[in-house]
């Protein structure tokens, strides 16, 4: 009932075929015979997860002339996603890990592997080796990142995720995952490059997402990249992670594309060397849930200055409730650029974003959690052509989405 | 007469109405093959076996760890108990470590005898049961209580 009216709101960017895709896959999934799934064969496990969203977008100031009308109306796509999990013991400390994902901001919504790695465990030494298509361990929640069942927002801060302009790394790494006093150590480091375009996860009608994953897409590639992060999980109310990442970043198409590139993205014009650090902790106590982020990259071209953001989440969850209230701010010279269609000069640049979301979870299912959220946001940006006496721009976002996992 | 069968009746009640109760009062044994000695083992070998499949120190083998089916009430007990994880936040455990790659849950047998038998017939599984083992090849490495 929920997703009938927005289905029939008059917004031209509801895309019903992505959608109906999506929904097909779905249902095949769901009919697929039960010893096909073979949920708890040891031999193979099957598992989905998948969310169904929907997004609108309220706003004042709006600067630049092409996001004044398109990007009006309620979104449904943009949230909405499938994934399948396939992990298969290959032998005794050995297995096989693809995941593919669809996503309803694609246009064909066919999947795309996320997942695709051969682990070996070597259990005396707590360590493990893996080769393939792995998730960069770029922040706290990356790796988990498609999963909304698995954390507390609609969608990750925005100011800080979407700064990194990739997602999947292939190559090969380790995770070592030691337990080291009274907590669990995992310490985990990949190298490899990346060669799809990041718009495949960043969300949003045009196929990206930028900074309110309603806007558009950019595409980059990522060459000799190093992922790595050092955890240390003390209990479930605490858990410590320090992250550092460097990548020779290639920008591509993105002056032909519109919308909002990851802010490192942009500022690239050639091959460039960029490192991102970044430091965060999170937990859960006594029905309170907390979770802080800050990062710093480093772009190897001395005109420019460090982008630095963060976030803080304090939520309380109550019987089948959790509330939150989450605050988020970058600051830097890099971008987020706007880029129109036809004028590549038409651009502003985002100097200075916050953010402030509330959000209601409601936890009544097993396998469900139903989500409520708005966020506000406040950016100020220089323009590089001058078409507007406004120095800021103003919107909310308003989103609900139910993150399934089955 | 009439009182203690209502009393009986009361408690046999109660007892339905709150099977917590029950819960409170269920020992639970890990066992394994008898093959692998006698091992000092403790709940957080255990639990880090059960939740992060790691190693336990006084165990030289790799040990597979056996499962009961989500259905089973003593399953909630046994991670209650161990880790202090409800059913909900179990799930989210192993929806992190699925979908992240990082690893999948224990192999799951439907019956505690099933259990039982394998235990008995592979000297690398452990498992957990409500009562105490009574095949000679399967012994208990811990009683949790």
């Known amino acids: ?52 969203g929907a997004s609108t977008l309220t706003k004042t100031n709006r600067y630049l002339d092409f996001l004044k009308e398109e990007d009006e109306g309620t979104y449904f796509s943009p949230s909405t996603k499938l994934g399948i999990n396939l ?24 999947p795309q ?99 309110t994953d309603v806007l558009s897409e950019s595409s980059t590639s990522m060459t000799e990249a190093l992922s790595s992060e050092i955890r240390y999980q003390i209990s479930s109310a605490l858990l410590l992670r320090a992250g550092y990442n460097q990548a020779n970043i290639s920008p591509r198409n993105l002056l032909t594309t519109s919308g909002t590139p990851a802010s490192i993205a942009l500022t690239i014009s050639k091959k460039e060397m960029a490192e991102l650090s970044s430091v965060g902790f999170s937990g859960e106590w006594n029905g309170f849930q907390y979770s802080a982020e800050m990062a710093k990259i480093k772009v190897a071209l001395t005109s420019i200055k460090n982008f630095e953001g963060g976030y803080v989440t304090l939520g309380y969850k109550y019987k089948n409730f959790l509330g939150y209230a989450s605050s988020s701010e970058q600051s830097h010279l890099l971008g987020n650029f706007y880029i129109v269609n036809t004028d590549p000069l038409a651009a502003a640049r985002v100097t200075e974003t916050k953010s402030m979301s509330y959000g209601l979870n409601y936890y009544g299912f097993e396998d469900m959690v139903l989500k409520f959220a708005v966020a506000k946001y406040d950016e100020k940006f220089n323009q590089v052509i001058t078409y507007t006496t406004e120095d800021n721009n103003q919107f909310d976002l308003y989103s609900l989405t139910f993150d399934f996992i089955f | 007469m009439k009182s203690i069968l209502s009393k009986i009746f009361i408690i046999t009640a109660l007892t339905q109405i709150f099977p917590i109760g029950k819960s409170l009062a269920q020992e639970i044994y890990v066992v394994a093959n008898v093959s692998i000695g006698n091992p000092k083992v403790s709940i957080e070998d255990v639990r880090a076996l059960y939740l992060n499949n790691r190693m336990i120190n006084a165990i030289d083998i790799s040990l597979t760890p056996i499962d009961c089916p989500d259905t089973q009430e003593l399953k909630d007990i046994f991670y209650k108990r161990i880790a202090n994880l ?60």
């Open chain 1, 1 to 52: 009932m929920i997703f009938s009216g927005f289905l029939n709101s008059k917004s031209t960017f509801v895309k019903q075929r992505q959608l109906i895709i999506l929904m097909i896959y779905f249902l095949i999934f769901l009919l697929l015979p039960q010893s096909l799934l073979a949920k708890d064969s040891p031999q193979i496990t099957v598992r989905g997860f998948g969310t169904f």
């Open chain 1, 87 to 110: 992990t298969s013991n290959l032998q005794e400390n050995s297995r096989i890990v693809v995941q593919a994902i669809m996503l309803g901001s694609q246009d064909n919504a066919e």
């Open chain 1, 113 to 211: 592997l996320d997942l695709a790695f051969v682990a070996r465990q070597i259990p005396s030494l707590d360590l493990e080796l893996v080769i393939g298509r792995v998730v960069a361990p770029i922040w706290l929640f990356s790796e988990e990142q498609s999963v909304g069942y698995n954390y507390v927002w609609v969608r990750p801060p925005t100011e800080l995720y979407n700064t990194a302009p990739i997602r999947n790394l292939d190559g090969f790494g380790f995770r070592y995952s030691p337990k080291v006093s009274v907590g669990d150590l995992l310490v985990q480091a990949f190298y490899g490059q990346s060669t799809y375009s990041d718009t495949s996860q960043r969300l949003g009608p045009n196929g990206a997402g930028g900074l």
């Open chain 2, 86 to 145: 409800s059913r909900i936040e179990l799930k989210r455990h192993w929806s992190r470590a699925i979908f992240t790659g990082k690893g999948i849950p224990p192999i799951v047998i439907q019956r505690e005898d099933l259990i039982e038998s394998a235990v008995a017939e592979n000297p690398s599984f452990i498992g957990y049961l409500s009562r105490k083992p009574s095949h000679p090849k399967v012994k208990v490495l811990l009683q949790i209580n």
